[in-house]
Structure formats: structure tokens, C-alpha cells
């Protein structure tokens, strides 16, 4: 299994988003995206994600999996991951060896790959905002996140909202806006 156990964390803060060896685009659209496939893989909702010196936590609700007690079989239990920077390279490179070999790119009709597609939407965002110390979470397919940037001459946090009618919209214009920058949430502080 990708990921391992959090324990505790003494780290410092992060200037910038580290780059990721062999990535063809070295940003946060590639790297959320790629989280978000994976939160997708293991079937996670209620998304908390933050940004560590050298990784990320990924916590989500998921069904409880295997076990003898048929009591607990198909419960929601919570899942915590810290994804080192070497295991959301390999997340990177995984998506990447699968595009262009199905349709990742537009919405399933179960939505069954919607944190991918709505987290490539926030990283691009972020990269818009050009912020960091990135910290987001999800519930019922909305977005809240708390970035870090230089806004004029002071650096403060930012907060930020997108909905799940707003993300679904985004998902299905994003096809047509390739190119063009992240639109601004609802909710920009």
C-alpha cells in the first residue's frame, strides 16, 4: 500500500512547491491531480490534505476493508496517508503512463475519478495564486483550502471555496480552457 502511517511530525514550513524529478510539468495541477487519482483508487471521501516539509497527509473516509467481523464489513473507518515526495513522484509518473490510454480526462458518468478531476482543477488554481503551505479538505465534493502567498508587499493566508456545482461546471468546461487561468472561487478571501 502507497503511503504510510502518520506518526508525529516536527517539520518546518516549505518556501515553495519542490519539484518532482521527471515531471513534464512540475506544478500543483500535476501533483493534486495525481493525489486525487489516488484518493480515488482507494475509494476516499471527506478529503483532508496538507502539505508537509516532505510530503503530504492524506486523510479520507473509505469503507473498512477485509476482517473477520461481518459487523463491520462495508463501515466507513478513517484513512490517514503520508505520501513521501518519492511516493507522489511514482503517483506522478503513474498518471502520466496512463494518459492517453482511456478517458481520465472527462467525468465518468458515476464520477467515478471526480478528486482527481476536481483536484487538478484546485492545483491550477494554486499555481494561478502561485501560493503554498497548501492545506485543503473536501466534504460532499466541496472544496475549502488555506494557501500561503505573497499578496502585494505582505504575505498572509488565503482562504478559498469552490463548490461542488462550481468544481462540476469547471470539470466539464475544462476541455475547451485548457489554456486559460483557473477561474476564481465563490469564496476568495
Known sequence: ?????????SGGTAE???IYDGSPRQDWE?????IGAFA???HLKDLLLLELEGGFVLQGLGLQSGGADSDSFGATVKRTYELTDEQVAELMDASSAKRGSADRDVPHPDLTNYSELAMRIIGAYIDNQKAHDVFLFEQDGSFVLRLFGVSGSRSAHQLSEFTRDEILA???AAPEQRQQPAPEPSGAQ
Open 30 to 34: 500535476e501533483v493534486l491531480r495525481s
Open 16 to 18: 515553495a512547491m519542490r
Open 170 to 172: 469547471m470539470i466539464q
Open 40 to 42: 480515488d483508487q482507494e
Open 1 to 9: 500500500m502507497l503511503g504510510r502511517p502518520v506518526g508525529k511530525w
